[in-house]
């Protein structure tokens, strides 16, 4: 017999563009969630992180042992170098650099068709810092593939981008460990 409801289902099946934004923890972490979700229903995960480089994260340890195991396609690529220098007029140019050739990654990956799921983590810092023209990402995102979803995070989240968005949620701050002096934990921070 007929199922309405599935039809309906399959028929809705959409690439969303989800922004993770606002001052409280776990913008990251519920991108990472997702990633995590989304590569155990099959669907092929590329986590890509502005800013981040250099030091240690567990996601990426993570990511690296999933990758390609049961056919679990999980990849991720650190793309910054680990800090960026902020409060003066103007930009570090090696930053302005990098946050360029993240941009140009991200570009060539969303239009591949290889995806199913892209994360930008902290993209949402590179345009804040006016390193990157959102408009160059509405652009990209307005051309994806149909199916492709993409998750966008980082505080300040620009307004266009916002407007864009199919979900947006905003992380608010009640407490954090850090107030009291509580230095980053290993496996909750990073
Ligand atoms: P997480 O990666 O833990 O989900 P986040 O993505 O929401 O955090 P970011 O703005 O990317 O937050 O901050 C990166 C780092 O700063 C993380 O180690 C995070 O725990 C820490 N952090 C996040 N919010 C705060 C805060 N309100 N005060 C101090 N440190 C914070
Ligand atoms: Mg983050």
Request: aromatic letters at 6%; charged letters at 25%.
């Amino acid at each position: 017999m007929k199922n309405n409801m599935d039809d309906a289902a399959v028929d809705s099946r959409k690439g969303l563009i989800l922004i993770n934004t606002g001052a409280g923890k776990g913008k990251t972490t519920a991108a990472l969630g997702t990633a995590f979700r989304a590569a155990g229903n099959g669907l092929r995960v590329l986590v890509l992180q502005f800013l981040k480089g250099s030091w240690h994260y567990g996601e990426m340890e993570s990511a690296e042992a999933l990758n390609g195991l049961d056919g679990f396609t999980y990849e991720l690529r650190k793309l910054g170098r680990g800090f960026v220098k902020v409060g003066g007029a103007e930009a570090d140019p090696e930053d302005l650099r990098m946050v360029e050739a993240a941009w140009a990654e991200s570009e060539r990956e969303i239009l591949s068709g290889d995806w199913d799921l892209i994360v930008l983590d902290e993209i949402n810092y590179a345009i804040s810092y006016q390193m990157l023209d959102p408009e160059r990402v509405i652009d990209v995102l307005g051309r994806r593939p149909e199916m492709l979803h993409v998750i966008l995070t980082g505080r300040n989240a620009h307004p266009r981008l916002v407007e864009m968005a199919d979900t947006v949620t905003e992380m608010r701050e009640i407490r954090h460990a850090y107030q009291k002096g509580i230095l980053a934990q290993r496996g909750i921070e990073f």
